[in-house]
């Protein structure tokens, strides 16, 4: 099956500095591959993904790039804001919007610091 | 569009005894709903998933007879937490794939005493 390794598991920067998130996967055949903020007690909030056929994907600060034939992505977070902190999940799935189940990394917990 | 209502938000219950919690789709059809069980300062992990009209699918180390998984209906499946014993307490959430992605409910707090 799926596994998906992502680095680091903490991260702490000062605001207006950037913020790397990076995963790796192992299963060729996946090629959906969201990022989640989750906050305490709530359910994980999409906040961009990136399907095989591209290779960077941005919407105003966050970026997401993808580099298939080494397995790996990351999150770009620019300008970082102390609401930005939370837990981040990178996850990855044979097709997403079909029944195919999503993998997740183990989460980054990111701290602004203000 | 595309919302996946979960109820209940909290739930506390004792030793030995079971907790039904259910996920209902509430603006599309969802043949598939993952199950995901969230451990504190953890990851969400897969523990089944569920299709309309057939028999869920386990992951490894998930016990079917302990965690009961129904998905009668299009927009409604869910998991029936038997004997529950206090290391069952964890953050329960449903996800539904979506023509999009998919959409996850709001999560169930159980807490087993």
């Known amino acids: 099956g799926e596994n998906v390794e992502q680095h680091p598991s903490t991260l702490s920067v000062q605001e207006g500095d950037s913020a790397v998130i990076k995963c790796t996967y192992s299963?060729?055949?996946?090629?959906?591959f969201p990022w989640y903020k989750q906050e305490l007690g709530k359910r994980p909030q999409l906040i961009i993904d990136i399907r095989s056929n591209v290779g960077e994907k941005k919407d105003q600060r966050i970026a997401v790039t993808l580099n298939k034939t080494a397995k790996h992505f990351s999150l770009h977070i620019t300008e970082t804001q102390p609401e930005d902190s939370a837990v981040y999940f990178c996850a990855a799935s044979p097709s997403g919007g079909s029944n195919y189940k999503l993998t997740f990394g183990k989460g980054t917990l990111l701290t602004v610091n203000p | 569009g595309a919302v996946v209502s979960q109820h209940p938000s909290r739930v506390i219950c004792k030793s030995g005894t079971s907790v039904k919690i259910e996920c209902r789709s509430l603006d599309f059809q969802a043949t598939t709903m993952f199950w995901y069980r969230q451990f504190p300062k953890q990851s969400l992990m897969l523990m089944a998933t569920?299709?309309?009209?057939?028999?869920?699918?386990?992951e490894q180390g998930v016990e079917k007879d302990k965690f009961l998984i129904n998905h009668a209906s299009l927009t409604l499946s869910t998991l029936t937490v038997t004997s529950a014993h206090p290391e069952d307490s964890s953050f329960y959430i449903c996800?539904?794939?979506?023509?999009?992605?998919?959409?996850f409910g709001s999560g169930t707090r159980l807490t087993v005493v």
């Open positions: 299963d060729s055949a996946s090629n959906y």
């Open positions: 569920s299709n309309e009209g057939s028999k869920a699918t386990y």
């Open positions: 996800s539904a794939s979506t023509a999009s992605g998919y959409t």
